[in-house]
C-alpha cells in the first residue's frame, strides 16, 4: 500500500480503531508488527493512517487482537477496501479538507441526524441562504470562494434528494427558523423548502419553540452519521477553530443520548410543520 499523505477523515477513523483494538488487546506497536511479520514503523504508518491496509491484513490484525465482533471487522475491512471516487473529489485542493470529509462521511452514512440551534441545517439549505450565510461568516471572501461553498453545500443535498436517500431526522431551534439569514423573501422561501422537503417519507422534521420551558439546548450544531454499525457511528460539532469529528465509545453514546433529550422535547412533527407554516404566514 502506498503512503498517503494527506489521509481523509474516513481513513483517519479507521486507523483510530485498529490503534484502539491493538491497545484493547494490551499489545505494543512492536508485539503487534512481531505478530505480522512486519517492520513496527509500518503499524504505525497504518495506525497514523498513512498507509493504508488490505483487507487480508487488517483481518490479521483483528485475529491478533483477539476482536470477536465479526459486524465490526466487517465493517472496518469495508472502510479498508473502499475505493469511491465521489463527486466531492473535485472540490479536493480548492477548498478546506472537511468540505470532502464532511461529503464523504454523508455517503457512508446509514442514517443522519441533526441538531440546528441558529442556522437552518446545510441540506436544506437554499442557495440565496447558503450564500448569504458564507458571505457574512466570510466577509473577506470574494464571490468566486463563496460560490465554490455554495455549490458544494448544494451537491451535498443528495444525500437526501438524490436516487438512493438516507433516513434522515433534523431538530430545529425556533431561533434559527426565525433570523432573517438572506432577508425577507429569502427567509419565506427557505422555510418552504423546509417544508417541501419534510413530505418525503425519510424525512423528520421536530421544531423547539421558544415557549419550551426548561430547555438547556444542545451546545452547538451537531451531526450524528450512522455507520455499518453503532460503533462506528460519527458525530460532527462545531468547534472553535474549525470542524471537530468525535468517534469515541464514550462520547457516541453521550451525543446519542443528547439527541434523544433533544428530540423528546421538540413539538412532534406536525406541529413542527405547523409552527413554520405559522411562521411563513408572518413573513
Known sequence: MGTKREPTARQMRLAAELRRLREAAGLSSREAAALLDVNSVQISQIEAGTSGVSEQRLRRMAANYACPDQEFIDGLAAMATDRTQGWWEEYRGVLPAAYQDLAELDHHARFRNDVAVIHVPGLFQTEDYAR??????????PDSEVGLRVAHRMRRRIVIEGPAPIPYETVIHEAALRISVAGRTATRAQLTR???????????????????????????????????????????????????????????????????RVREAALPPQQSRDLIHQLTQEL
Do not use: K, W
Open 132 to 141: 448569504a450565510l458564507f458571505a457574512y461568516m466570510n466577509p473577506e471572501f
Open 194 to 260: 423546509i417544508l417541501d422537503v419534510s413530505e418525503a417519507d425519510h424525512i423528520t422534521v421536530r421544531v423547539i419553540p421558544f415557549t419550551l420551558a426548561d430547555f438547556a439546548g444542545a451546545g452547538s450544531t451537531m451531526v450524528h452519521l450512522g455507520g455499518p454499525v453503532p460503533q462506528l457511528d460519527t458525530v460532527v460539532r462545531d468547534a472553535p477553530h474549525g470542524t471537530a469529528f468525535v468517534d469515541s465509545a464514550a462520547q457516541l453514546e453521550h451525543f446519542r443520548g443528547l439527541f434523544r
